[in-house]
């Protein structure tokens, strides 16, 4: 019996690819595995320094712009209430109604065109004068609008009815002819408009139109409005720029205001009283 020839090792090409493969995976795997763990700790140690100067140094000081903001002053108690002026206002030589010592003066700037001088006077006059009998002393002085074609004619011819002394009844007739002295076609009323209210009060009608005719009494009309332009503001406004204006013992109000805004001013200061 021959011998047997020796045994080769005939491993199979497939066992050879397949330890090939595993070794060359393993390998690779070997490398990646180290690459990535190089990786990690490289981004771990990027992480801290990042942190470090991020959180963990003192930041460096940065320019902060402050703007100082001067603590609010305490506003002024005239801002927030009405600073009043004491008006003193002559009536001496002017026409006035009532006792001389009265206790309340009242001085009206007013115009006899003016509809909201008319109201008052139809409204809130005789009931104010009724309402404190003897205590108020009402003083009349003119201011006639330039815009009232009529103002300045009736205002003349009112103190020329004084000279006669029939001011305050000139004065009522003059409000109360309001339809033709403040008509609506804008006419102006010649003399003997003024001379006819003369004669139905039973005055001298020679001696009114006379009067007016020779413009006695505008220089006086001028002089009440001249003066009304002397008088200091309050709060801004002219003492007077409009009718009908009214001087309460000093106090300024302005408008056709009923009775009961008079009667607070009035009582306010007849309680004042010593």
């Known amino acids: 019996m021959r011998p047997m020839p020796p045994k080769k090792n ?23 595995s180290h690459f990535y763990a190089v990786l990690v700790l490289f981004a771990f140690a990027i992480g801290i320094l990042v942190g470090y100067f991020a959180w963990g140094r003192t930041p460096a000081a940065v320019p902060v712009v402050v703007t100082q903001v001067a603590a609010p002053q305490p506003q002024a108690a005239a ?84 000279d006669q002394n029939q001011y305050w009844a000139y004065h009522d007739k003059l409000f109360a002819e309001k339809a033709l002295i403040n008509n609506a076609e804008g006419t102006t009323l010649e003399i003997a408009s003024y001379v006819k209210f003369a004669g139905e009060l039973g005055l001298d ?12 009494h505008k220089d006086a009309v001028q002089a009440d409005m001249d003066f009304a332009g002397t008088l200091p503001a309050e709060n801004g406004e002219p003492a007077v720029s409009g009718t009908p204006t009214f001087f309460i013992n000093g106090r ?3 408008g056709a205001y009923p009775l009961a ?6 009582d306010a200061q007849l309680a004042a009283l010593p």
């Open 10 to 32: 005939t491993l199979r090409a497939d066992e050879h690819y397949d330890q090939a493969v595993i070794r060359e995976e393993d390998t690779v795997t070997f490398k990646t």
């Open 79 to 162: 801002t927030s209430v009405p600073e009043q002026v004491q008006y003193s206002i002559p009536v001496e030589g002017f026409p006035s109604i009532g006792p001389d010592d009265a206790p309340i003066t009242i001085v009206e700037f007013s115009d006899y065109q003016c509809p909201y001088c008319t109201r008052w006077h139809e409204q809130t006059y005789q009931q104010l004068m009724d309402a404190y009998p003897g205590k108020i002393r009402f003083v009349y002085r003119n201011y006639p609008l330039s815009f009232h074609q009529n103002a300045m004619l009736s205002a003349q011819a009112a103190l020329c009815a004084g």
């Open 205 to 216: 009608t020679g001696a009114l139109e006379t009067c007016l005719s020779s413009e006695k």
């Open 252 to 254: 300024r109000l302005v």
């Open 261 to 266: 805004s008079f009667k607070q001013i009035i």
